[in-house]
């Protein structure tokens, strides 16, 4: 997830879901997933994610 300030060009924040295969719970690397979804209310500091292979990560802005 990557978190932008339109008065800045690159990320301000960033945070990488770890990486399990969903059968073994062993860690990939390289896997090829994507983040589906973000949901963020304008005056909040919680944000909720989810990736490609089901994981979902409510996340706080401190």
Not at 3 to 16: E, G, H, N, Q, T
Not at 25 to 36: K, L, M, T
Not at 50 to 61: D, P, V
């Amino acid at each position: 997830v990557f978190i932008y300030y339109k008065a800045f060009p690159m990320p301000v924040l960033s945070y990488k879901f770890d990486s399990n295969d969903p059968l073994t719970g062993q860690e990939i690397y390289d896997a090829p997933q994507f983040i589906s979804c973000v949901c963020w209310r304008g005056q909040s500091s919680i944000l909720v994610a989810a990736n490609s292979t089901g994981n979902i990560k409510i996340l706080e802005m401190v």
